[in-house]
C-alpha cells in the first residue's frame, strides 16, 4: 500500500445495521487500525449516509477528570465527551468531528451515540443493552442492566447458537419485522463481531433465580423494562416521545418474556 | 565534518538511578547503564540539538573536560549505542517518530 | 539475573527508589476463576487523568518497570492510552492479562506501544480443565490464540501457571505447550487467601502428598532436586540480616482505588494517591517504614528455623495470616514439601510430626 501525500484524507466505509457511515481521518496508522477493528463490517464509504471526521490529539482532551460519558445537545449540534475523546454531531447535515487518542475505543462509543440518535430520530429501532444470540434462524435478545446475567448466559451458549454480542444489540425494523444485526460491539467477554442479522423472535429480560423459567411480561411492564435497558440519552424531550412510541411499537410486534435462570446450560433448552 | 543529530530508539525504557541511567532495550530485554556524562547526553538527545553542541554545552562545563576528547568520546558512545540499538544517529535531525 | 540487574536492584534498594511498581488498573474482570483474591467490582476506579497523573509522579520519583494487571486491564477502554503514556515516560512496561480480548490487532498495538513482556495465566493444556477453574467455556483456545498472536508480533510472552486441586497432573502439558508455542512459563504451587481475608480460598491447594512430590520435579524446581530439595545449611550473619523481600524496599503496589500496599500480596494500607503524593506516600508511610525496618533476625519464629537462609517466606502471606513478623505457613509447607524437614511452626501448629506435642 502507497502511503498517502500529506494532507490525503484516509477513508473507510462502516456498515452496522445497514446504516452506512463514512468515517476519515489524517492519520495512516489509525486508519489501519480502524480497518482491522471494523474488518467485517467495511463497506463503500460512497454508500454512505452520515460522515465522521477524525482528528488524533493529544491528553487532556476534555472533561478533565471526568471518565463518564456525557451527552448533551445544544441547538441542531449534540456534544459526546469523555475522558479520551470530545466529539460533535450535527443530525441535520449528518456529520460529525471527533477528537481523540488514535485507539477506536472513542469512534466505538460515538458510532453506538449516533446510530442511537438516527434510530431514535427514525422510530425504526435502537440499540439495547442485551446480550443476542441467533438460534435456528431466529433471534433472541437477553437483556438486563449490569449483573442481571448478559455476560452469564452468553457463557453459557451451546455450540448451535451464535452468539451476535454479549453486551450491545442492535434492534431495526426490516420491512415488517424487527430483526437483531450483529455489530463490531462487545461486551466484557468481547463478544461480537458476526455481521450478520435475522428476524427476532423474542426479548427475555434476565432474573437471576433459583429455576429455570419463562414467564410472560405484561404489555406496559415490558416497555418499562425497555426504555430501562436501551441505549439513549435523554436529553431532548421530542426525542425521548419518540424512543417511547418506538419501544411501545416494538412491544406489540415482538414476544416479551422474563427469564429467570440459574447460572447453568439447561437454561439454553428454554431458547428455541 | 558534519553535525551528529541523536535520538533514543523508540523501543527502550530509561530512568535515572541517581547518577547512571539505566537504558533498557524492550525487544531483547537488554540493559544498559550509562555513567554520568554519557547521561547527560542520553539526557539532551533530542533528535534537534547537534552533539557538537551537546558536548560543548553541557558535558565540557559540567565535567571540566578537553572540548575534542569530550567530542571524540561523545562519537564513540554514540555510536556505541547505535550499534546496540538504543540510539538513533543521523546526519540530520530526527523528527518526532509516530506513536502507535 | 545479569550482574548488571542485580546492582541495579541493590542499589534501588540502598538508595529506597522504587524501581517497581505493580498498579492493579481495574478489579472487574471477564473471567470467574474459582482461585481469585479479588472482588470484581468496580468500586470508583482511578481515572484516566488519575492515572496520567500518578504515571508523571511514578516517572519522577525513579519508577522503571511498571507492571498493569487486575482484574482484566483490557476491560479499561483507556488501557492502550494508559500505556501509550507510560511508554512516553519510557516506563518499562509488562501487561498481565487474561488474554481473552486480544485478537491480531489488539496483539499489534501491544508491539507497536514497546510493552516489553506479556503475562497470560493458563491452568491446564486442556480446555475443559482450564475452562473449568475460569468458568468460561472457550477461554483457553482464545488465551492461546492470543499468545500465537503475540508471540508472532515478536513480543515476549509468558505463561504463569498456578497448581492447585483441580489442575494438579497438567503442569508437565502446560510447559510443553509453553515450549511448543515459545512462550516462558512459570510455575506457582500455592493458592492465595482473599485480598479481604477470607482464608477460604485455600482449600483449593493440592494436597501435601501432591506438593511434595511438585516440590521433587527438576522442571518445577529449574534444577537438580538433590541440590534443592537437601537440608538446608545453617544461617549465617548474612543471610539474617537480609531483608525478607523487595516489598516496601525498591517495589510496591497500587490498587485501582490509589491504595498503596507493599504488595498486591501483603495488603498493609500504606497511603491513597487520592489524597497524598506518591513519592510522600512512599518516602513518609509510618506502615512502609515498618516494614523496610524489618530484616531476618528480627522475626521471632523463622529467625530461628531451619530453613531461614533457604525458606520461600512471603512477608504478606506472613501479614495475611496475621503477623508480619509471623511465619508464612504456606511457605513453611513448601519448605516442608521441598526437604521433608518441618519448621518449628509447622510443628507448633500440629501439621507435622515432631517432638513436643
Known amino acids: ?212 423459567r419463562v414467564s410472560p411480561v405484561s404489555p406496559a411492564a415490558a416497555v418499562s423494562a425497555l426504555l430501562r435497558n436501551v441505549l439513549f440519552f435523554a436529553q431532548d424531550e421530542r426525542l425521548v416521545g419518540r424512543v417511547f412510541q418506538t419501544a411501545c411499537e416494538f412491544v406489540s410486534r415482538v414476544p416479551v418474556f422474563e427469564l429467570t435462570f440459574r447460572p447453568d446450560e439447561e437454561v439454553w433448552n428454554l431458547i428455541r | 565534518m558534519s553535525e551528529k543529530y541523536i535520538k533514543p530508539s523508540r523501543d527502550i525504557a530509561a530512568r535515572m538511578l541517581d547518577d547512571e541511567m539505566i537504558v533498557m532495550s524492550v525487544r531483547d530485554s537488554a540493559v544498559y547503564s550509562l555513567n554520568a556524562t554519557a547521561s547527560v547526553i542520553w539526557g539532551a538527545a533530542d533528535g534537534s540539538t547537534p552533539l557538537r553542541e551537546i558536548v560543548a554545552s553541557k558535558v565540557v562545563p559540567q565535567f571540566d573536560v578537553e ?28 523528527k518526532q517518530q509516530d506513536s502507535a | 539475573m545479569s550482574s548488571l540487574l542485580q546492582a541495579v536492584n541493590e542499589k534501588a534498594v540502598r538508595l529506597g527508589i522504587p524501581l517497581s511498581v505493580h498498579l492493579d488498573v481495574t478489579y472487574r474482570c471477564n473471567e470467574r476463576c474459582v482461585h481469585c483474591y479479588l472482588d ?76 516489553e513482556k506479556v503475562q497470560i495465566s493458563i491452568y491446564s493444556h486442556r480446555p475443559e480443565v482450564h475452562d473449568a477453574i475460569t468458568k468460561v467455556k472457550g477461554s483457553l483456545d482464545r488465551s492461546l490464540d492470543a499468545i500465537r498472536f503475540l508471540v508472532s508480533q515478536g513480543l515476549k510472552v509468558a505463561m504463569a501457571h498456578v497448581i492447585m486441586s483441580q489442575n494438579r497432573l497438567d503442569y508437565p502439558g502446560v510447559q510443553a505447550l509453553a515450549a511448543e508455542l515459545g512462550a516462558e512459563c512459570t510455575i506457582d504451587p500455592t493458592i492465595t487467601p482473599h485480598i479481604n481475608g477470607d482464608r477460604g480460598l485455600l482449600k483449593l491447594n493440592m494436597s501435601r502428598e501432591n506438593l511434595s512430590h511438585v516440590m521433587h520435579d527438576p522442571a518445577v524446581l529449574g534444577g537438580d532436586p538433590a541440590k534443592f530439595c537437601a537440608p538446608p545449611l545453617p544461617a549465617t550473619d548474612d543471610d539474617l540480616d537480609a531483608l525478607p523481600c523487595s516489598a516496601g524496599h525498591s517495589a510496591c503496589y497500587i490498587s485501582p482505588y490509589g491504595d498503596v500496599f507493599p504488595c498486591v500480596q501483603f495488603p498493609l494500607p500504606s497511603g491513597n494517591i487520592r489524597a497524598q503524593k506518591f513519592i510522600d506516600i512512599w518516602k513518609d508511610s509510618p506502615q512502609l517504614k515498618e516494614v523496610r525496618s524489618i530484616r531476618m533476625r528480627d522475626l521471632p519464629v523463622c529467625s530461628g528455623c531451619a530453613h531461614v537462609a533457604g525458606c520461600s517466606r512471603c512477608p504478606g502471606l506472613a501479614y495475611m495470616e496475621g503477623n508480619m513478623r509471623g511465619p508464612s505457613t504456606a511457605d513453611c509447607e513448601k519448605s516442608y514439601a521441598k526437604t521433608g524437614i518441618p519448621s518449628p511452626n509447622m510443628i507448633r501448629l500440629g501439621l507435622a510430626g515432631g517432638s513436643g506435642r
Open chain 1, 1 to 212: 500500500m502507497l502511503s498517502p501525500a500529506a494532507n490525503e484524507t484516509l477513508e473507510i466505509g462502516i456498515d452496522i445495521g445497514r446504516l452506512p457511515i463514512a468515517v476519515q481521518t489524517g492519520d495512516p496508522e489509525y486508519l489501519r487500525i480502524l480497518e482491522h477493528r471494523f474488518a467485517r463490517f467495511q463497506c463503500n464509504p460512497a454508500a454512505a449516509v452520515a460522515r465522521l471526521e477524525l482528528t488524533v490529539t493529544e491528553p487532556p482532551i476534555s472533561n478533565g477528570g471526568d471518565d463518564e460519558l456525557k451527552v448533551e445537545r445544544t441547538g441542531t449540534q449534540w456534544t459526546i465527551r469523555r475522558g479520551d475523546f470530545a466529539a460533535q454531531w450535527n443530525p441535520t447535515e449528518r456529520r460529525g468531528q471527533v477528537r481523540s487518542l488514535p485507539f477506536h475505543y472513542a469512534l466505538d462509543s460515538v458510532l453506538r451515540i449516533v446510530h442511537s440518535l438516527v434510530l431514535a430520530e427514525s422510530g425504526e429501532g435502537f440499540l439495547l443493552h442485551s446480550a443476542s444470540a441467533i438460534r435456528n434462524g431466529r433471534a433472541f435478545l437477553f437483556s438486563g442492566v449490569s449483573g442481571a446475567g448478559k455476560t452469564t448466559i452468553s457463557r453459557l451458549a451451546p455450540a448451535d447458537a451464535t452468539l451476535l454480542s454479549d453486551e450491545i444489540s442492535y434492534v431495526r425494523l426490516l420491512g415488517e419485522r424487527y430483526c437483531a444485526f450483529g455489530t463490531p460491539f462487545a461486551g466484557d467477554l468481547g463478544v461480537s463481531g458476526e455481521n450478520v442479522m435475522a428476524p427476532l423472535h423474542a426479548i427475555y429480560f434476565l432474573n437471576k433465580g433459583a429455576h429455570n
Open chain 2, 67 to 94: 572540548p575534542e576528547i569530550a567530542y571524540q568520546d561523545a562519537l564513540d558512545l554514540v555510536e556505541a549505542l547505535a550499534r546496540e540499538g538504543i540510539l538513533v544517529v543521523a546526519d540530520h535531525p530526527i
Open chain 3, 40 to 115: 470484581h467490582d468496580d468500586n470508583g476506579e482511578l481515572t484516566f487523568d488519575e492515572i496520567h497523573g500518578l504515571l508523571q509522579q511514578m516517572a519522577d520519583a525513579g519508577v522503571f518497570y511498571l507492571t498493569l494487571s487486575g482484574g482484566e486491564p483490557l476491560l479499561r477502554n483507556d488501557l492502550f492510552a494508559i500505556i501509550q503514556r507510560a511508554r512516553e515516560l519510557t516506563f518499562s512496561v509488562k501487561l498481565k492479562t487474561n488474554a481473552i480480548l486480544i485478537k491480531e490487532m489488539e496483539a499489534a498495538m501491544i508491539r507497536d506501544l514497546g510493552v
